[in-house]
């Protein structure tokens, strides 16, 4: 089945989570995937907050495959920054193998984050986000 962030936002959080779950790594993506949060899943104010999010803070990821590296899209004005490392392990949520976005040697800044996603359709990857082992939001990535 073919998922859009329309689908996803009305979501719950265990509608999320059994979505992520039900799926596999799917390849490390290459290139720039437009990103949105999803806070407060399920909720009225999921799309307003991944509206705000997305004009002021933070607008997708750039990936480099064959490097095992991305770039986060941050700010007002999109630019890169914030490098993480990207390669396949097993997730926090069930111990399934994953795509792990490690911020932990490569961000001064983003350290203690974690993000892991999951290929969920044609060039649409689920994914979720944890502050130590904390998870904190899910987002999508559409390349």
């Not at 039900?22 to 899943?41: L, M, Q």
């Not at 490392?85 to 111990?95: A, C, E, M, N, T």
């Amino acid at each position: 089945m073919a998922y859009d962030v329309a689908q996803l936002l009305p979501s719950t959080q265990a509608k999320l989570d059994a979505l992520f779950t039900a799926n596999d790594a799917g390849p490390i993506p290459n290139g720039e995937g437009k990103g949105t949060a999803i806070i407060a899943p399920g909720t009225v104010y999921s799309l307003e907050i991944a509206t705000l999010i997305n004009h002021f803070a933070w607008q997708g990821k750039v990936f480099d495959a064959a490097k095992g590296l991305l770039k986060n899209h941050i700010g007002a004005f999109g630019l890169t920054a914030i490098l993480a490392r990207v390669y396949k392990g097993p997730s926090w949520l069930d111990s399934k193998e994953c795509i792990v976005l490690d911020y932990s040697e490569t961000s001064v800044v983003a350290h203690r984050i974690r993000d892991e996603i999951r290929l969920i359709g044609p060039g649409f990857y689920l994914g979720k986000v944890y502050w130590d082992r904390n998870r904190l939001i899910d987002f999508c990535l559409q390349f």
